[in-house]
C-alpha cells in the first residue's frame, strides 16, 4: 500500500524515516526519502526548535538551582540576624562564607556567568559528603536533602539508613556524644548533574 507523505509533517516524517523497512517498502521509502529532500529547509527548522526547546528545558533547571541557593543565601541571612547574640565568631564567619557563596553561585547560574559556575561545583560538591567521627561532625546542606548514610555508632540510626530532611546546617562540634557516620546526599550529586549537563547543553 502506498502511502501519501505530502500531508506528513517534519515530525512525522522523520519518525517514519526510523521506522520504515526499506526492504519490505522499496517505492514508499522511495517516496518518503524524496518528500524529506523536498522539505530539507522544513526539517532544518524542525530540528532548530528542537534544539531550542531542549536548552529552554536545560535553561529553567539552571535557573532553578540557582534560585535555590539564593534562597539558602536568604535564610542563612535571617538565621544569622536572628541568632546573632548566641553565636561565636567562628559561627559568625562560617554564616557569612555561606550567604556569600551561595548567594554570589546562585546568581552567576541565573545570570547565566560561566566564569562562575566553578562557584555552584563548590558549593554543590561540600554538600555531597558528610561524615561525623568522635567529637567532631560535618554536615552541610541547603533546602534539603536525600540521604543516604552509615551509621556504626548512634542507636537511634540503623547501620545503613535513607532519609529526607528540609533545612541546611554547617558544621557542629559535638562535646556530648561520640560520632561514627558516612552520609552522601543524593540531591546535591543530581544538582551537580544538572549544572554539568544544563551548562554544556546551553552553551552548545
Do not use: C
Not at 528545558?57 to 541568632?83: C, D, E, N, P
Not at 534539603?144 to 562540634?173: C, Q, R
Amino acid at each position: 500500500m502506498e502511502v501519501n507523505y505530502k500531508n506528513y509533517n517534519a515530525k512525522s516524517l522523520l519518525e517514519a524515516l526510523s521506522t520504515i523497512d526499506a526492504d519490505a517498502y522499496p517505492e514508499n521509502y522511495k517516496n518518503l526519502t524524496e518528500q524529506i529532500a523536498l522539505r530539507q529547509e522544513e526539517i532544518d527548522a524542525f530540528y532548530q526548535e528542537q534544539e531550542l526547546a531542549q536548552k529552554l528545558k536545560w535553561s529553567r533547571a539552571l535557573t532553578f538551582v540557582g534560585v535555590s541557593q539564593v534562597l539558602v543565601a536568604l535564610i542563612a541571612i535571617v538565621m544569622l540576624v536572628l541568632s546573632l547574640p548566641t553565636l561565636t565568631m567562628a559561627k559568625i564567619g562560617m554564616s557569612i562564607f555561606i550567604v556569600l557563596l551561595n548567594g554570589i553561585a546562585g546568581i552567576t547560574l541565573i545570570k547565566r556567568l560561566p566564569k562562575g559556575y566553578l562557584l555552584s561545583f563548590v558549593n554543590l560538591g561540600l554538600q555531597v559528603f558528610s561524615f561525623g567521627a568522635g567529637h567532631f561532625y560535618f554536615n552541610y546542606y541547603g533546602l534539603g536533602g536525600v540521604f543516604l548514610a552509615l551509621d556504626w555508632v548512634s542507636d537511634t540510626y540503623n547501620w545503613f539508613s535513607a532519609s529526607f530532611n528540609l533545612g541546611g546546617s554547617l558544621f557542629e562540634l559535638s562535646t556530648q556524644s561520640e560520632h561514627g557516620f558516612l552520609q552522601v546526599d543524593l540531591l546535591a550529586i543530581l544538582y551537580l548533574w544538572v549544572v554539568s549537563k544544563a551548562s554544556s547543553k546551553i552553551t552548545s
